[in-house]
């Protein structure tokens, strides 16, 4: 079965450039976040969707970044314009539904895009 | 915001050996979950305790969950070269998302 499919892999790119991450969720899955990792900082939750709405994006640096999910199968975390401190690994994961509030499932994770901003 | 706080933060044993790490937290909780991550890999879900539940086992993994402490354990037996990785508890708060450690690396020993 196919995983949660992030792309690029590795992105680098001179400051003040727009970034746009992808992912696409496993099918079926109704729960999609963003996360950033750093040495500093380690796992830190951005956004994220629940049946393809943002539900909780207050983990949003600031308004460079923004993300969007059309539907249930794409999404994208878009920065504009990028700066040397938003260089990190984002990952993407998925969750599928569960059967109360919490859901009691775990959740999937993509293999990242380790973006470098130069 | 970070809430499991994960116990020692860099581990390494010879092949063989069990490994224990613990994790601990400060808000109650619907659930703790484990997760190990691989070098230049996402995060792979291990094993999911509820709040209701004190013990887990999953092949070689065996988890603890003491809610009145606020604490959980990660025991890995009969470590291999393969258990390498950082490995990570995460909190569900019953707010619909997870809040991580900062993990605790393991490296084992051929």
């Known amino acids: 079965d196919a995983g949660v499919i992030q792309s690029p892999r590795h992105e680098v790119t001179e400051m003040g450039q727009e970034v746009t991450l992808r992912c696409k969720p496993i099918s079926g899955h109704n729960s999609l976040f963003w996360y950033r990792q750093t040495m500093m900082r380690g796992l830190e939750l951005l956004i994220y969707f629940n049946n393809n709405v943002p539900i909780d994006d207050s983990g949003m640096p600031e308004d460079r970044f923004s993300a969007k999910m059309p539907n249930a199968s794409f999404s994208t975390l878009k920065i504009q314009p990028s700066e040397p401190r938003d260089s990190a690994v984002y990952f993407c994961a998925s969750r599928p539904p569960g059967t109360d509030f919490s859901s009691n499932q775990p959740q999937h994770f993509g293999d990242g895009t380790r973006l470098s901003i130069l | 915001s970070q809430q499991g706080e994960e116990d020692p933060q860099a581990l390494s044993i010879q092949e063989g050996e069990n490994a224990t790490m613990n994790c601990s937290y400060k808000t109650s909780i619907n659930n703790l979950q484990w997760y190990r991550q691989n070098s230049g890999r996402g995060l792979v879900h291990l094993i999911l305790i509820r709040s209701n539940e004190r013990e887990k086992h999953s092949g070689r993994l065996r988890v603890t969950l003491d809610t009145s402490k606020k604490s959980s354990s990660l025991l890995i037996t009969a470590s291999r070269a393969a258990d390498t990785a950082s490995y990570f508890c995460?909190?569900?708060?019953?707010?619909?998302?997870?809040?991580f450690g900062k993990g605790n690396q393991v490296v084992v020993i051929p």
């Open positions: 995460a909190t569900d708060e019953g707010n619909n998302r997870l809040a």
